[in-house]
């Protein structure tokens, strides 16, 4: 494990001098970086707001540049170019993909059947638009050699032996998971997860840790548990069925499971009584708390942190760009631009 541990480690944003003074009082010196160690979280989102920021000006003008000379080079004004390689190129949105949409949102959709296709039909088009846009962009920064050197700003977690993982632990991209099995938004996020490590394969570890949150009454008990079947070396199984039966949580189902895995049941029980397992589930949950991830699900990619039940672009985002700057080869790459990438749920 040292070697994936040493992998999520990553610089801090660069905000200031170790050694620049925030205060001085008597004998008494704080400096800013003990100010910001101390504020701890509640920075993090402030650093990744400022960064998003300015990634998204910067592609914005390196694409407007890009735009400009494409159109030049053919002769061409910037209008016909952007007409030609993005509108003329939007798919009209098939009768399946309306009624999957108008089925699925119905009740916020206005009552009148014309008014509410319309609608349904402007989303399309415009999701449609915006991924033929990003394949021009893709494209373009490609075919430019852009590379981008806006560093984001990352965290540090710590892989812990008793972590569980699956991947091998070298991969160049750690991503770290803080969850809670009650949470039904860290049940959606499950397909997400596994649609990721069936992307990128062995360039992705997959790294678990426990996030319980105080208003799921037995997210804990389930979180000790899983860890207790990890030392009978059944987490996975246990933690696929905790999530499958998230509303029917109890020492009595965790039992009967334990027993329908072929687990040491006096040892499971015996370890899930005692709580052997609570400083750990506790020391991811402080981890995560550091990182201002209080929610669930939280995500840390190689240090980048997403939260929330994001959909499988987001995390596609965050990975290709990982895999770019280490120069690594970005595997799917022709098919999202050809085919679009497909949202997890």
Same mark, same amino acid.
């Given at each position: 494990?040292?070697?994936?541990?040493?992998?999520?480690?990553? &610089?801090?944003?660069?905000?200031?001098?170790?050694?620049?003074?925030?205060?001085?009082?008597?004998?008494?010196?704080?400096?800013?970086?003990?100010?910001?160690?101390?504020?701890?979280?509640?920075?993090?989102?402030? $650093?990744?707001?400022?960064?998003?920021?300015?990634?998204?000006?910067?592609? #914005?003008?390196?694409?407007?540049?890009?735009?400009?000379? *494409?159109?030049?080079?053919?002769?061409?004004?910037?209008?016909?170019?952007?007409?030609?390689?993005?509108?003329?190129?939007?798919?009209?949105?098939?009768?399946?993909?309306?009624?999957?949409?108008?089925?699925? $949102?119905?009740?916020?959709?206005?009552?009148?059947?014309?008014?509410?296709?319309?609608?349904?039909?402007?989303?399309?088009?415009?999701?449609?638009?915006?991924?033929?846009?990003?394949?021009?962009? *893709?494209?373009? +920064?490609?075919?430019?050699?852009?590379?981008?050197?806006?560093? &984001?700003?990352?965290?540090?977690?710590?892989?812990?032996?008793?972590? &569980?993982?699956?991947?091998?632990?070298? *991969?160049?991209?750690?991503?770290?998971? $803080?969850?809670?099995?009650?949470?039904?938004?860290?049940?959606?996020?499950?397909?997400?997860?596994?649609?990721?490590?069936?992307? $990128?394969?062995?360039?992705?570890?997959?790294?678990?840790?426990?996030? &319980?949150?105080?208003?799921?009454?037995?997210?804990?008990?389930?979180?000790?548990?899983?860890?207790?079947?990890?030392?009978?070396?059944?987490?996975?199984?246990?933690?696929?069925?905790?999530?499958?039966?998230?509303?029917?949580?109890?020492?009595?189902?965790?039992?009967?499971?334990?027993? #329908?895995?072929?687990?040491?049941?006096?040892? +499971?029980?015996?370890?899930?009584?005692?709580?052997?397992?609570?400083?750990?589930?506790?020391?991811? *949950?402080?981890? #995560?708390?550091?990182?201002?991830?209080?929610?669930?699900?939280?995500?840390?990619?190689?240090?980048?942190?997403?939260?929330? #039940?994001?959909?499988?672009?987001?995390?596609?985002?965050?990975?290709?760009?990982?895999?770019?700057?280490?120069?690594?080869?970005?595997?799917?790459?022709?098919?999202?631009?050809?085919?679009?990438?497909?949202?997890?749920?």
């Amino acid at each position: 494990m040292v070697a994936l541990a040493a992998c999520a480690q990553a &610089p801090e944003e660069p905000t200031s001098s170790d050694s620049e003074v925030a205060a001085r009082f008597g004998d008494t010196v704080i400096t800013v970086a003990e100010v910001e160690e101390k504020a701890g979280g509640a920075l993090i989102g402030l $650093y990744q707001q400022v960064y998003q920021a300015k990634d998204q000006q910067l592609r #914005a003008m390196i694409f407007d540049q890009l735009v400009d000379e *494409a159109a030049a080079a053919e002769g061409i004004s910037r209008e016909d170019y952007l007409t030609r390689e993005i509108v003329d190129k939007i798919p009209a949105p098939s009768e399946e993909q309306i009624q999957q949409v108008f089925n699925q $949102y119905r009740a916020q959709l206005p009552p009148d059947e014309t008014q509410a296709r319309q609608q349904v039909t402007a989303f399309l088009g415009q999701q449609a638009g915006q991924q033929v846009e990003a394949n021009l962009k *893709a494209r373009l +920064f490609d075919a430019a050699g852009v590379e981008i050197l806006l560093d &984001p700003p990352r965290v540090n977690p710590v892989v812990e032996a008793f972590n &569980p993982f699956r991947g091998p632990a070298d *991969a160049p991209v750690v991503l770290v998971e $803080y969850t809670d099995y009650q949470c039904p938004y860290c049940d959606r996020a499950q397909p997400t997860i596994k649609a990721v490590r069936e992307r $990128y394969g062995d360039s992705v570890v997959h790294v678990f840790k426990n996030l &319980p949150l105080p208003m799921h009454q037995q997210a804990t008990l389930a979180a000790e548990a899983a860890l207790c079947a990890a030392d009978q070396g059944k987490f996975w199984e246990l933690h696929d069925w905790l999530f499958a039966n998230k509303n029917n949580i109890s020492n009595d189902t965790l039992t009967a499971q334990a027993e #329908a895995l072929g687990l040491d049941i006096p040892v +499971f029980t015996a370890c899930v009584d005692s709580r052997t397992h609570k400083a750990k589930v506790e020391a991811d *949950a402080k981890e #995560a708390g550091e990182f201002g991830i209080r929610g669930t699900p939280g995500f840390v990619v190689n240090g980048r942190i997403l939260t929330g #039940a994001q959909p499988l672009e987001a995390f596609v985002a965050v990975i290709d760009d990982e895999l770019k700057r280490a120069g690594l080869p970005v595997p799917g790459a022709e098919a999202a631009e050809d085919e679009g990438v497909e949202e997890g749920s």
